[in-house]
């Protein structure tokens, strides 16, 4: 049997005890139902193989061959992975596009017993559902936006102001990114359609007669876009603003950028990349603080050399209300608990409109 997609904020696939999908290890690597676990039915060598031979060959000698790979990989999935299945099993299957490798899996499983749903028109009917929401709709969530210069904990204040009862959405944590030019991290971004599905996963959770507090980001966060639907929704929310002195948030930045100072070469490429904004001469001073360790100062010089001006050019094209400003004159661990209440108490009088 197959089941439709349905509404993609209601999201049908929460309802199985599995949702497996069966394509190959790139598509999925790529994107993927949130949740999903990657039970290829091909392997990425096995789908270009049986595709060639479907091309250069036949369709016939393709399905021929493409079948033994499947029942040989559907046989040593059950195997490995499926064996402490109990009877009332109920998983939902997917390929590409609800074709032949999702129902040829779920014909095993059903052989067994199992009681297995196929996904109708399968990841391509998901990633169609996903633009729509996210491309071509507006935004079903009201939204707020914390903001504030660079080094102002905007980030390390999202989970404090969930504990505290507020609705957030964490951007840069999807997205990899801390959001600007030294802002990458190890694991690195997940491309452009997990960061969607990513999303969808995040906004599935919430409550849309509730305000969500969303980061202020750019357009971009590193080399992502955030979607259309999402980004408009943005620009007409709201703001609720941090401001702390700029020693302060030097002292932060220095803290939460410590794995990115534990390696000096990294980050003076990084910073070399900064010369046509601030000039070789700045650059060279700040490199000269990195091989003498000197972290407070070069927060401080990015800071007010570079972060508060590209700060200060995007307010000017935006127009949105600030709602409340919010103080801060020290963000150590200790003190941002009582940052997290006073945002709290703001973000709480806010109408989000």
């Known amino acids: 049997m197959s089941v439709e997609l349905g509404d993609l904020w209601q999201g049908v696939w929460h309802g199985f005890d599995t949702v ?37 060959v036949s369709p016939f000698d393709a399905r021929k061959i493409g079948a033994a790979l499947v029942a040989r ?3 040593q999935h059950i195997e490995s992975q499926l064996m402490d299945k109990p009877g009332g099993w109920w998983p939902l299957v997917y390929c590409w596009r609800g074709g032949q490798r999702s129902n040829s899996f779920a014909t095993i499983l059903r052989q067994i017993g199992w009681r297995v749903e196929v996904l109708e028109g399968g990841y391509r009917s998901y990633r169609r559902a996903v633009v729509e929401k996210l491309y071509d709709s507006t935004l079903p969530f009201r939204l707020i936006r914390l903001d504030g210069n660079t080094g102002t904990a905007k980030t390390a204040l999202l989970p404090m102001l969930q504990a505290r009862g507020i609705q957030v959405v964490d951007l840069e944590g999807l997205a990899g990114h801390r959001g600007s030019i030294l802002g990458s991290i190890a694991a690195g971004q997940p491309s452009q359609k997990g960061f969607e599905s990513g999303l969808i996963t995040a906004f599935q ?21 955030i979607p ?27 803290r939460a950028y410590s794995d990115l100072l534990a390696k000096p070469a990294e980050l ?34 990015l800071v007010v050399h570079h972060y508060d001006p590209a700060y200060a050019r995007a307010r000017r094209r935006d127009d949105a209300h600030t709602a409340a400003v919010v103080p801060a004159q020290l963000l150590t661990d200790s003190a941002l608990p009582a940052v997290a209440d006073q945002l709290a108490k703001a973000l709480n009088e806010v109408d989000p409109g």
């Open 20 to 56: 497996i999908d069966v394509r190959a290890p790139l598509e999925f690597a790529e994107d993927h139902l949130p949740g999903a676990i990657s039970l290829p039915v091909l392997s990425d060598e096995e789908r270009a193989r049986v595709g060639t031979i479907y091309k250069q």
């Open 73 to 75: 990989n559907a046989a």
């Open 205 to 225: 959770a919430l409550d849309p007669a509730k305000p969500v507090v969303v980061e202020a980001e750019s357009a971009r966060i590193g080399t992502l876009r």
């Open 228 to 254: 259309p639907a999402l980004w408009q929704a943005m620009i007409r929310a709201p703001r609720v603003e941090i401001e702390a002195p700029v020693p302060t948030r030097a002292a932060y930045l220095a």
């Open 268 to 301: 003076t490429a990084l910073l070399e990349g900064l010369r046509a904004l601030v000039g070789a001469e700045r650059v060279h001073e700040w490199v000269e603080m990195v091989e003498s360790q000197d972290w407070l100062s070069l927060a401080e010089g």
